[in-house]
């Protein structure tokens, strides 16, 4: 037992939606007599993926005196609900991260669209403007005291999220700086001190996060949101959850008031 950051599920406020359940890569939540319940400690890596799923807001992190999380157990506990034991999101703490391990990833399952998906009409596709205004765009190469990125509005966007949203350059790229970079293939130790430096050389004015709704996209927000946790707490964060087969599910801002 040690004091860990694990979930807290307020049972008053949960409605039995069940929203939060597929969030969890590791399985931890089930409903159980029509309330989302965590069903064991060492299930829970203490990320929390899973809270910005919760319509109610019944679902927070805490710290608390807690089992250890344990891979092992988490391995035959998917084992027994059916599902292929996933690799652990990193636990992003405040003195440290963890890579990620390869492994299988439920977003990363197969799947097929049988409804046509067809571009929506443009009388001439030949005049398009890029709404891309520089270079580097991947987080792995663009130096902290990039010109573009300073006093900037930032977008953070995971790797897949521009081949899902058709209108992705007007409805979030225009008039802001872009980093990509996908948080189950890279560092995400190398992302979170990354952002830090990226805050302190550019104090940006707000950090607007697009991830996809894989449990395996959402270390970046975290990311994101922690390393601006440690450098500066009042500038704002919006993490904007995009479903895999495009349009926004799911819009959190994190503003924290200082002061």
Avoid at 125 to 145: D, E, F, G, T, Y
Avoid at 161 to 170: E, N, R, W
Avoid at 212 to 220: D, K, L, N, R
Wanted: charge should be negative; hydrophobic fraction near 40%.
């Amino acid at each position: 037992m040690a004091v860990r950051k694990i979930i807290h599920i307020d049972e008053e406020k949960c409605d039995g939606c069940g929203d939060c359940v597929p969030s969890c890569a590791e399985g931890a939540i089930q409903i159980i007599d029509g309330k989302a319940k965590v069903v064991s400690e060492t299930y829970c890596d203490g990320l929390g993926a899973c809270l910005g799923e919760c319509p109610q807001d019944a679902i927070t992190m805490i710290e608390r005196e807690a089992a250890d999380y344990d891979e092992e157990a988490v391995e035959k506990h998917l084992k027994k609900l059916g599902e292929k034991p996933s690799s652990p999101l990193p636990i992003i703490g405040a003195a440290e991260l963890s890579a990620p391990k390869q492994g299988g990833c439920p977003g990363s399952a197969m799947r097929n669209f049988n409804q046509p998906q067809q571009a929506p009409p443009v009388a001439d596709r030949s005049n398009m403007a890029s709404a891309l205004k520089h270079w580097p765009i991947q987080l792995m190469l663009v130096p902290p005291h990039a010109p573009f990125l300073k006093e900037a509005d930032i977008l953070v966007c995971a790797d897949c999220v521009p081949f899902t949203v058709p209108d992705f350059h007007s409805r979030y790229l225009a008039e802001r700086a872009l980093v990509v970079g996908c948080p189950k293939l890279d560092d995400l130790q190398h992302y979170f001190e990354k952002f830090k430096e990226i805050i302190k050389e550019a104090a940006p004015k707000k950090l607007t996060v697009l991830k996809m709704e894989v449990p395996c996209c959402a270390g970046i927000g975290q990311a994101v949101i922690q390393a601006r946790d440690e450098v500066a707490p009042e500038i704002p964060v919006e993490v904007v959850t995009i479903g895999i087969q495009g349009g926004s599910i799911s819009e959190k801002i994190d503003n924290r008031q200082v002061g």
